[in-house]
């Protein structure tokens, strides 16, 4: 039962069901009671969805993620919320789990639930999920647009992504000021996309500076925890003497802190210690961590700004917005 078989059941039109329930001041007493007793008699109740059925909008949004267990994630869907719930949009999640078998997984289910799927719209999260072929298959699924967080590989893409240049200049600027001769890094997974974005950038700006980050100290972990910090820096202290360690997040980072700790390594004394990504943990380490600040909570804001002025409009414009990045500079760096 949907809203247009209670229009035919009643004798009126789809519009003025749709007046009944969301403005019944509107309609005469005796349509809107006809209109409630069709409704009654057959079980129904308005849903979310059914107020948009003329429009045919769902006022839904999904989001695609790799995972929830960052802080970067959990910040941009917050920042898509903002404008999406003022709009009157429902912001509905969809966790990949780091799974390419999951995504594939995703796209046959998409194919099978076409016709039933309620969605306006989706955003991107992550250069992990830029396979060959798999957006342009989801927005032929879907039909709707599509917008990124993070660049991608298909120039098409509306897009809203972070200045990692001068993220990673700014890193090897500050090592420069330091006398840093070489250095480490910790990163996380390799096949993400930005991690390998980020680490040939950070290569080049330190080699500019003649800084040197041999093979050997360059080690790549899941993000996740910060044990994975601590067993990475273990080794890179086998490897011979650096000066500084960068890693990926927050969490390696104070991984590798409690390493160096343990050792008997003082930072900033001995070795500096720097993360890709700001949180309010690294302030409370002690030493407090330095790090990169990404502006996470814009990037999804505007996301989620860019996907509502792309649905409805007749053409898709390809929307680039770049961000800039800053160094925290805390006690560790």
Known sequence: MNIREIARLSGVSVATVSRAMNSP???????????????????????????????????????????????????????AEGPLQQAGYMLNIINLSKSLETMHSLLDFFKEKRSSLFMDGMIMVGSYL???DYRESLRELLNCPVVAIDQGPLPDIPSV????????????DRMEVRQVKTASVISCELEYAFSQRRLELLLAETRARGITIEDKHIF??????????????????????????????????????????DHGI??????????????????????????????NHELGRIAGETLLSLIGSAEEPTTKVLLEPRLVLRESF
């Open 25 to 79: 001041e509107l309609v005469r007493p005796a349509t809107l009671n006809r209109i409630r007793e069709v409704m009654d008699e057959h079980n129904y109740s308005a849903n979310p969805f059914a107020r948009n059925l003329i429009s045919n909008r769902t006022k839904s949004v999904s989001m695609l993620v790799n995972t929830l267990n960052n802080q970067f994630m959990v910040e941009a869907i917050e920042g």
């Open 130 to 132: 830029y396979q060959e």
């Open 161 to 172: 992504y972070v200045n990692e240049h001068t993220a990673m200049g700014l890193l090897a």
């Open 220 to 261: 790549s972990v899941p993000m996740e925890l910060a044990e994975n910090g601590y067993s990475a820096c273990e080794h890179i202290l086998t490897e011979g003497r650096t000066d500084c360690i960068v890693t990926s997040n927050d969490a390696l980072a104070i991984g590798a802190l409690r390493c160096l700790h």
């Open 266 to 295: 003082r930072v900033p004394g001995d070795i500096l210690l720097v993360s890709g990504e700001n949180s309010k943990f690294c302030k409370m380490a002690i030493p407090s961590i330095s790090a990169i600040q990404y502006p």
